[in-house]
Nanobody, 121 residues
Framework: QVQLVESGGGLVQPGGSLRFSCAAS????????MGWYRQAPGKERELVAT???????NYADSMKGRFTISRDNAKNTVYLQIDSLRPEDTAVYYC???????????????WGQGTLVTVSS
């Protein structure tokens, strides 16, 4: 009913930059907060950043400085830019969104399928 489709991952050299996008589609009434999480090999999924519909942002302490979250409400899309990539940024990056749907009216938390980022020379 509601889908999040991510794009923008891949192989990048250390020091490079990447920009991901995640577009929501389906029977949406409203999208509240959107966010990015990541899961490195052998580790638990962790928060990267979130952004509200009014574009207030929140970053995990370890993600401040090199990560930038943004969104385009007209396109139902959230973005994540990572600069100065490091090998330890290698992970699957997931987007999520809290959405309001109707028929019946309810709140859902939806996850994307994940996009793999590999930082290696």
């Amino acid at each position: 009913q509601v889908q999040l489709v991510e794009s923008g991952g891949g192989l990048v050299q250390p020091g490079g930059s990447l920009r991901f996008s995640c577009a929501a589609s389906g029977s949406l009434y409203r999208i509240n907060a959107m966010g990015w999480y990541r899961q490195a090999p052998g580790k638990e999924r962790e928060l990267v950043a979130t952004i509200t519909s009014s574009r207030n942002t929140n970053y995990a302490d370890s993600m401040k400085g090199r990560f930038t979250i943004s969104r385009d409400n007209a396109k139902n899309t959230v973005y994540l830019q990572i600069d100065s990539l490091r090998p330890e940024d290698t992970a699957v990056y997931y987007c999520n969104a809290e959405v309001i749907v109707i028929s019946p009216y309810r709140k859902l938390v939806v996850w994307g399928q994940g996009t793999l980022v590999t930082v290696s020379s």
